[in-house]
């Protein structure tokens, strides 16, 4: 389980310190992501590094992103982590934009390297205006 969290922390401050490049080295060739930004699902790790420039342009002002309520089980070579995820960007004037999001991750074994292969990010949405909740607090 140290190792695995060891990947989560090192990913995790790879998106804060927006490092493409280390970001994707914990991905798996084959990642699939379900992301709550713009796209329903990604397939591929050269996709999804699309993707996240994407979601780097949209933080011009600096990334947030926190893992809070890690939950980790594994057996074998695989791994399901859940967490709240407190993420957004520092606007203009140190100002945060920022919200609280579910996250699920998959991790497998590669080659004894623990790499992502399925990562799904969504925020609660309220179902009579479509519109989703960014202020829900754990």
């Given at each position: 389980?140290?190792?695995?969290?060891?990947?989560?922390?090192?990913?995790?401050?790879?998106?804060?310190?927006?490092?493409?490049e280390?970001?994707m080295?914990?991905?798996?060739?084959?990642?699939?992501?379900?992301?709550?930004?713009?796209?329903?699902?990604?397939?591929?790790?050269?996709?999804?590094?699309?993707?996240?420039k994407?979601c780097m342009q949209?933080?011009?002002?600096?990334?947030?992103?926190?893992?809070?309520?890690?939950?980790?089980?594994?057996?074998?070579?695989?791994?399901?982590c859940?967490?709240l995820s407190?993420c957004?960007s520092?606007?203009?004037?140190?100002?945060?934009?920022?919200?609280?999001?579910?996250?699920t991750?998959c991790?497998?074994?590669?080659?004894?390297?623990?790499?992502?292969?399925?990562?799904?990010?969504?925020?609660?949405?309220?179902?009579?205006?479509?519109?989703?909740?960014f202020?829900a607090?754990?």
């Amino acid at each position: 389980m140290n190792a695995i969290k060891a990947v989560l922390e090192s990913w995790q401050q790879s998106v804060v310190d927006e490092d493409l490049e280390k970001i994707m080295s914990h991905y798996s060739e084959n990642v699939v992501s379900f992301d709550a930004v713009k796209v329903l699902h990604i397939v591929g790790k050269a996709n999804y590094a699309e993707h996240w420039k994407y979601c780097m342009q949209l933080c011009g002002g600096g990334i947030i992103f926190e893992i809070h309520q890690l939950n980790i089980q594994s057996s074998g070579e695989l791994a399901f982590c859940h967490y709240l995820s407190r993420c957004g960007s520092v606007q203009d004037f140190g100002n945060e934009n920022v919200g609280w999001m579910r996250a699920t991750v998959c991790l497998r074994q590669e080659k004894n390297e623990w790499k992502i292969v399925h990562e799904h990010f969504s925020s609660p949405f309220d179902p009579e205006s479509g519109k989703a909740i960014f202020d829900a607090q754990p």
